[in-house]
């Protein structure tokens, strides 16, 4: 019997100019990939026995994660909306700005507020989508800001806002 999961909820559409760029040439880099993939494939295909030919069953498994992530990024592209005006008021939180927050113990960090495709939190990039994000638009600095974490609710201040 199959478990049901509801649908996620559709994540932003939007997107860095960057971060569109890195996935078009995700998907050019996956399609050169693909071509050298099927070529080892046929050759392990023509090896014999399929059942017990993990060339075969290796190479097969790495098509599909490629057609998996190919037909993913081919569905959305086409959505997604390329954020390459500053907003008017870089006063204020928005859509790709870097946004320096202090604690309550005075420790700072930085995050910029970027799409969700291009999330990544070794470099500080947090998905607009996420909850701290969604606490941090449309404010100001020296602004309060509680985001609630597994954790308990996290304080912090915003200490400075920038878009370069």
Known sequence: ???????????????????????????????????????HLSAAAAEGDRSENAEYIYRKKELREIDRRIRYLQKRLPELKVVTQLPSDRGRVFFGAWVTLENVDGEESTYRIVGPDEFDPQKGWISVDSPMARALLKKAVDDEVIVSTPGGPLRCVIVDIGYE
Not at 6 to 19: L, Q, R, V, W
């Open 1 to 39: 019997m199959a478990r049901w999961r509801p649908p996620s909820s559709k994540s932003s559409p939007y997107i860095t100019a960057e971060g569109a760029e890195k996935l078009r040439a995700e998907l050019k880099g996956l399609w050169e990939r693909r071509a050298d993939v099927t070529k």
